[in-house]
């Protein structure tokens, strides 16, 4: 690998890497994914400076055509980096559905379940038992609020 | 006392969800209803608010599944022990409902299924729905050994036993519960009955089975099948080594 070229890969990785910690500093990207990032980079950096490593690495495989032996690497390197994402959007997807559900039951239990308008007069309401949440003793405190008579304290005086 | 949870997980149904309740009002009367709506956008939520009924309301679509399984959590939390699921879409009847329910109540079943296949009964479906139908059932029978006439039918009533073992997180399929779960139900030694029902077709709005997606939909409830009976598979070997 001549000089030139050497340089401008080393100038592509480092400009990448100063990309990455701008995105760091900005808070646009985790500092577990930029580590994934960061050891990608560095291996980027570590062959184009020290070529020499890559043809010896694909001597001793025996792969012919040293280049190759990059490109699988690369190709290894990021389908770990996809599936590594892959399970991150799942678990974020898996949050998201806990909050979205909580968020909608405890909706729910606050407003309470409405009588049924045709249901028959000796039934009891389910809204009648007791729950134990959180959410629901915010409901029921509500609902129980102490009536004051009209007149305020007025049978006190 | 009402004991039985009406479950109607609903996504833009504001056309279909009035003659749901309206029917259900007047015909099974005895339990209470709470919509779940996945994220609707189309007035789902105020209509199901008019009727009177319970509507818990997912702040984005989070699937079909989660929405059954918001419907099980509520149900756990307010003390039903029963929860019959029918589709917002009218293709249930409220009578058929009520019969599962009753079916639930007097065999103390843990799960019991709305069969349209039952009584030599033919629903008009279309090709895909049909063939996704057979490999479910030839996929449930190769798992456990039971025969299930109508895996995919939304109608179903569950005992609180099922709704508290699949109340939590990642016990419950996201998109579409149908083989999957009902191969895990019956794994885990759950007694499972059908009662016939009828059903009729959707008129307004549109299926999340249409066009393509049952494709789509078998080939992910195929995997999830497998996951269930591997991960199975796993637990006893843990158990008897």
């Known amino acids: ?157 | 006392m009402v004991d039985t949870l009406i479950l109607i997980p609903a996504y833009n149904e504001a056309a279909n969800l009035p003659g749901v309740l309206l029917e259900l009002q007047q015909t099974f009367a005895e339990a209470d209803v709470l919509v779940v709506s996945d994220g609707s956008s189309d007035g789902t939520v105020d209509i199901a608010r008019q009727y009177g009924v319970a509507v818990a309301c997912h702040p984005c679509n989070l699937g079909y599944g989660a929405a059954l399984q918001t419907g099980y959590r509520y149900a756990l939390e307010r003390g039903y022990r029963y929860v019959v699921q029918l589709d917002a879409d009218g293709q249930h009847r409220a009578s058929d409902a009520l019969s599962v329910a009753r079916a639930l109540q007097e065999t103390g079943a843990d799960l019991a299924i709305g069969s349209r296949f039952q009584a030599g009964q033919r629903p008009s479906l279309g090709f895909l729905k049909r063939l996704a139908i057979g490999w479910f059932r030839a996929l449930i029978y190769l798992a456990t050994g039971r025969s299930i006439s109508d895996p995919t039918s939304g109608l179903r009533g569950l005992s609180r036993r099922l709704m508290s073992r699949y109340a939590t997180s990642n016990a419950f399929p996201t998109d579409f519960p149908d083989a999957d779960f009902l191969v895990d139900v019956l794994l885990h030694q759950s007694v499972v009955i059908e009662v016939p029902v009828g059903s009729r077709p959707r008129t307004k709005g549109q299926s999340m089975h249409a066009g393509w997606r049952p494709v789509v939909y078998m080939g992910k409830v195929t995997l999830s099948t497998l996951v269930v009976m591997f991960s199975r598979a796993g637990t006893r070997r843990e158990v008897s080594g």
């Open chain 1, 1 to 157: 690998m001549n000089l030139v070229l050497r340089c401008s890969v080393l100038v592509l990785a480092l400009a990448f890497a100063i990309g990455n910690l701008y995105l760091l500093s900005r808070r646009r990207i985790g500092e577990r994914t930029m580590l994934l990032w960061l050891v990608g980079l560095l291996f980027v950096i570590v062959i184009a400076a020290f070529p020499g490593i890559l043809n010896g690495a694909a001597n001793a495989l025996g792969v012919s055509y040293p280049p190759a032996l990059l490109y699988l690497l690369s190709i290894l390197f990021l389908l770990t980096v996809i599936i590594y994402q892959s399970t991150q959007i799942s678990r974020l997807e898996q949050r998201l559905r806990e909050v979205g559900q909580s968020v909608a039951i405890l909706d729910a239990l606050v407003r309470g379940q409405p009588e049924h308008p045709l249901r028959p007069a000796d039934a009891t309401a389910a809204s009648e038992r007791p729950i134990d949440l959180a959410a629901a003793v915010t409901a029921a405190s509500m609902e129980r609020l102490p009536v004051i008579p009209e007149g305020g304290d007025g049978d006190r005086t």
